[in-house]
């Protein structure tokens, strides 16, 4: 089954502390990974994908395969990091589906 | 990148009744995507809506409940039909861009529907 897994509903840090948003993964052969991100009273965007390999707002997130992982990470929180992330998989089919993980609410307090 | 509206933002509608969600583009776009986000819970797709074709419809959602329209590219309608309250949602359209299935998608703002 193809399923995504983000196992924290929220995620609390002081700013200037490192970041780690867990995602897991469950699918068989190459998979397509994103991490999408909600801001208070903004719409759903892309902050970043693995086949990129970039890095968007100090966010990075490398694919490991043996762990099924794709996490994302920044060594330094911000407040405006403050937001609620998702974690998402493009499904087999070439149907273009993106499969959601339950997402995961980080909070940076100051 | 794409610019999507949503209409209407918010409804609180009866059950038994029916809301038709439109969804317009800036642009065309041949690939267009429904999804629905009950509370407390993450987005699920409902169903695909290319231009020229038939929906398609994920595992779990059927025509009779959410019928689709795309009568072009840049312009889509889902409704919502014969509502109960568990169909109280956030109810959000994708697009991709160009020819790719994995390219990145663009999200309208959604459209959070109560149904009492």
């Known amino acids: 089954a193809q399923r995504v897994t983000q196992p924290e509903k929220l995620l609390s840090v002081f700013k200037g502390a490192p970041v780690e948003l867990k995602c897991n993964y469950s699918?068989?052969?190459?998979?397509?990974l994103f991490w999408y991100v909600q801001y208070s009273r903004q719409r759903l965007q892309l902050l970043l994908r693995?086949?990129s390999r970039e890095s968007i707002k100090g966010f990075t997130a490398d694919l490991n395969k043996g762990e099924t992982s794709f996490h994302l990470k920044k060594p330094f929180a911000q407040e405006e990091d403050s937001a609620m992330y998702y974690c998402?998989?493009?499904?087999?089919?070439?149907?273009?589906?993106?499969?959601f993980g339950q997402g995961t609410t980080l909070q940076v307090k100051p | 990148s794409a610019v999507i509206s949503q209409k209407p933002s918010r409804d609180i509608c009866q059950r038994g009744t029916s809301l038709t969600i439109q969804c317009q583009v800036d642009?065309?776009?041949?690939?267009m995507f429904w999804y629905r986000q009950q509370p407390g819970q993450s987005l699920t797709l409902i169903a695909t809506?290319?231009?020229?074709?038939?929906?398609?419809?994920e595992s779990g959602f059927v025509i009779d409940k959410f019928p689709i329209s795309r009568p072009n590219l840049t312009f889509s309608t889902l409704t919502v039909s014969n509502m109960s309250p568990e169909d109280s949602s956030i109810y959000l359209c994708?697009?991709?861009?160009?020819?790719?299935?994995?390219?990145?998608?663009?999200f309208g703002p959604g459209t959070r529907l109560t149904v009492l």
């Open positions: 994708s697009v991709g861009l160009g020819t790719s299935v994995y390219n990145e998608q663009f």
């Open positions: 699918y068989s052969g190459s998979p397509e």
């Open positions: 693995h086949i």
């Open positions: 998402a998989l493009h499904g087999s089919g070439n149907t273009g589906k993106l499969i």
């Open positions: 642009s065309q776009v041949t690939m």
């Open positions: 809506a290319n231009q020229g074709s038939e929906a398609t419809y």
